[in-house]
RNA sequence: GCCCGCGUGGUGGAAUUGGUAGACACGAGGGACUUAAAAUCCCUUUCCUGUAUCAGGAGUGCCGGUUCGAGCCCGGCCGCGGGCACCA
């Protein structure tokens, strides 16, 4: 009997030996002459204190890649480090009075023995957090560069604001309209802030979408959506008599439908506008309508989902195409001040935000889109639904026409296309002076203000004389105070003593520092290129952009989007050499690891490990009491809903863990964790483990030579080795190990055959050790050293394939009668079709599926398959 | 509400991208070995019908379409998930 695979001793020792060899140190552009680059990135980890499986998926997947990169031959950049600023360590430092920089170092200690213990190929030489002064100083030269490039700046913008805890609120604070901790109603609330001039390179970024060919395409969906470039008209609609003082041109709106400007029922600005703002203050009905809709959090979801009101203002505007006719100027909250001009005028025919809102107070609809195409050809001469297209008139419609037609009751433009009738209004509005053709984006500049305690301080000074002076270089950086009280609600850094006083570094009276500190989504906008090089220019070149970067969907929009507005700016200040803006030339989004919730009827929730299924139920092992079964999510530190993969590691070793999150579901899929399959995963390792240890015993006797057995045995080897080189490089690791399953299972089989076979099994299981290195390296490390190979399997090659044994002489096809599949047939790859027609005709199978029916085609593809026609 | 995905056996999933649906694995059932258990190995395992190592039919969330041929393409629904600018 064979001994087993004992992975608690074999995976610390393996480790130690790689780490005394220093293989995965990245090597310079130098030693590495002709190798090519590779920089393998997975998305760095909050520092949360402990792993969860969610990162060892992430974490594997992408050391598959450097592992197999480096064993092609490539000089592999892998480096790890923290984004380790944020809320959760305010959070602790508020419930358990913890310093947040305490929290988030011990955090990173524990979890950086979590890793170690993963195997992973990692150069832990270029480590850092983003809350090292070293990192966040850098960050601070950055921001004052784009400062001085006029890539920041500062406006008001609306923050959740808790009026009983006196405190900003992050949207994920903001629970159904209310605060978290208080459970008061929660306030939009007006502040100064500091934002980046993202919409500057907005057109680039859409544009260079398309150039990302190694990108998945609903990522780029999303980012060209997200920007969302409309082209439109923006226009002046006049005062029909006289207007409130100061607003003397009227009112500007922006509008993607000029085509349907005869349709034009009200005008609608937004609560914010400045127009609203100055009527309010005479109007007291309308200043508590903005009281009113102020309420409620500032997220896009929320106000989307507000219920749509309006306060009609009295005021009136000329129609720009029908003389003497004059439009309502109505308030209404559906309209956001951040888009366009803060300023529309509603179709309520065509759109249906502003039918909605017409019925709701009873504003006239008039259709001016006639139907075309397939909605006009459903309709039958009875259908109801279309009434409003013979009578033309809106009494009769049930909802908002947004499909193709033809213009109606529009006077001279009746009969144009939706197209032809933009540009028509565009050209009748820009030739009487009113308005012009608008390029409009949805993108807004990133607010980049938070005000927080844990986050990069934004460095400059606020003096009384000189007003905004940025810190002086030589003073960076400028760090966070360590004596901070979390006593009171709000930004401790405003309430520490002495922290905020300083002195105006250009006429140095007393001033005060910017409180204020960065958004953590700038930590993670450029942590890439330090990686690259600290402070070496020309090693970040080299390196630059990530040739792989692997992380969550979660992240397809955000943190994308922001990470390309920084290698830009970063270019344009010099920091950066990237001629083309771009980051990461290949990208990877994994899918999530979800898990069920579980809730107990106090509304804590449950880890998964504190409850227990029986049967149905499930229950609290603690209390024994019955616990509610959530809905499968992601798997969150707010949800609790996570798994703690040390317990796995403990009892069956990281290969098993890393081979079992990468061997079912395909990467970018979500996959429901569930504890079995573990144990699947740990017998596959000891399965293994016996071929090696069943070729390390020779047996003796004489060698009669089995070249039929043989030439099997290395076919499947080198075709299996082809699949799981192909299936790495297209991201399908699922069906990499599917083709390692395969090709064990036939080796073991092999153990049959005789001594005559033994070389054959010998030059296959070298191959299949190097094949198995990316997904589990310690065992990888134990087979190639049972074969007595020289060196380390982490630092071999990748095994060369032999193409004349990957080629198969002939092809057995699938022949189909009227597309069912009715028998099969073997024939050479050579055959000609007409050849593998007459032969599949023959077939005695096909008979009874032919008869007393004529053959009407034959459709033979090569190498695929056969279908007969038959009628 | 808006944007983006996903939906295939008891379960995770495979299917050279329009060409044999269910590879590979988990689970389950049966068997071998064993005093017994563990471990290991072998077999069966989409559903229905029948004359049951065989033959026929159905089948990839639902309804319809295109095609010689659809899990894959198109239209419409249903369900689930992600993102929505202060979670990271």
Redesign the pocket.
Known sequence: MSERYDPQVAEPKWREIWAKADLFRALSPQEAGDAPKAYVLEMF??PSGRLHVGHVRNYAMGDVVARHKKAKGYNVLHPMGW?A????AENAAMERGVHPGEWTYANIAAMKAQFHKLGLSLDWSREFATCDPDYYGEQQRLFLKFLEKGLVYRKASK??WDPVDQT??????VIDGRGWRSGAVVEQRD?T?WFFRITEYAQDLLDKLETLDRWP??VS??QA??I?RSEGLQMRFEWAGDGPAGFDGGVEIFTTRPDTLHGASFIAVSPDHPLTQHLAQSDPDLAAFRAQCAQGG????DI??AEKIGYDTGLRVAHPLRPGETLPVWTANFVLM?YGTGAIFACPAHD?RDFEFARKYALPILPVVRPTG?AAEEASETDAGLDWVRTGSGAHMSEAYTGPGTLMNSGSWDDLSIDAGKKVAIKAMSDCGLGAGKVNF???D???????YWGCPIPVIHCPDCGIVPVPEGDLPVRLPDDVSFDKPGNPLVHHPRWKSTTCPSCGHDAERETDTL???ND?SWYFARFASATDMEERAYWLPVDQYVG????????LLYARFFSRAMRDVGEVDLPDGEPFSGLFTQG?V?HATFKAADGRWLQPAEVEIRGAAAIEKATGATVEVG????M?KSKKNTVDPDAIIAAYGADTARWFVL????PE????W?Q??V??AA??M??IW?LFEALSHPAGGPVAENDAGALEIRRAAHKATQAVDTAIEEF?F??A??AI??WV?QL??AEQLGPGVRDARLESASMLARCLTPFMPHLAEACWAKLGQEGLVSAAAWPEVEPALLVEDTV?L?I?V?????S?LTVSKAAVPTEVEAAALALP?LK??LEGKAVK?V?V?PG??V?I?AV
């Open positions: 980890p909050y984004d600023f944020g809320m959760p923050v959740n900003v609120l992050a949207n994920e604070q502040l802030q395409e609903k969906t999303m959506n997200w969302g500032t997220s896009e979801a989307e989902k951040g249906q397939a949805r993108l807004r990133w607010g980049v203000s938070r005000q927080r958004d953590t989504f993670s969550g969907v979660e992240h397809a929009v955000l943190h999530m979800t809905p499968v999510e992601k969150s061997s079912d579901s395909p899929r979500d996959v429901e569930t079995a399959g144990e699947g017998r596959f000891q399965r016996g399908r699922n069906s190990i599917a399953h395969d299972n073991k089989k057995t699938p189909q009227n597309g069912k599949r009715r099969e199978e009874p599926h085609k459709i593809v695929r398959i279908n026609v």
